[in-house]
């Protein structure tokens, strides 16, 4: 079992940074790859970011490439999103998740389904 909590989300301007973080409990932490997915009561639920379990490998989805920086410390079992260059479209509530690194790899870093566990969410929201 693992148990995420996000913190990090509020209110920023076009622009700005906002960097979310993710607590992880569990002692198994480090095995595990790690996601970031966003959404909002118009879009289905969207992939952000994904990290292997030892920060090797990272992923974007396009929209957010150059932007965001999805990274990890597994000594603070904890995974970060750093967000620069916010823009409104960016505006969602983001959400931490926890893979099993054979379903990753077998389902795929983006798809959701993927993912076996989640945090409650933090909402992000850019203003012009």
């Known amino acids: 079992q693992v148990q995420l909590v996000e913190s990090g989300g509020g209110l920023v301007q076009t622009g700005g940074s906002l960097r979310l973080s993710c607590a992880a409990s569990?002692?198994?932490?480090?095995?595990?790859?790690m996601g970031w997915f966003r959404q909002t009561r118009e879009k289905e639920r969207e992939f952000v970011a994904a990290?292997?379990?030892?920060?090797?490998?990272?992923y974007y989805v396009d929209s957010v490439k150059g932007r965001f920086t999805i990274s990890r410390d597994n000594a603070k079992n904890t995974v970060y999103l750093q967000m620069n260059s916010l823009e409104r479209e960016d505006t969602a509530v983001y959400y931490c998740?926890?893979?099993?690194?054979?379903?990753?790899?077998?389902?795929?870093?983006?798809?959701?389904?993927?993912?076996?566990?989640w945090g409650q969410g933090t909402q992000v929201t850019v203003s012009s």
């Open positions: 998740s926890a893979a099993e690194t054979s379903r990753w790899h077998i389902i795929g870093h983006n798809d959701d389904r993927a993912y076996d566990y």
């Open positions: 990290i292997n379990w030892s920060g090797s490998d990272t």
């Open positions: 569990g002692r198994t932490f480090s095995s595990y790859a």
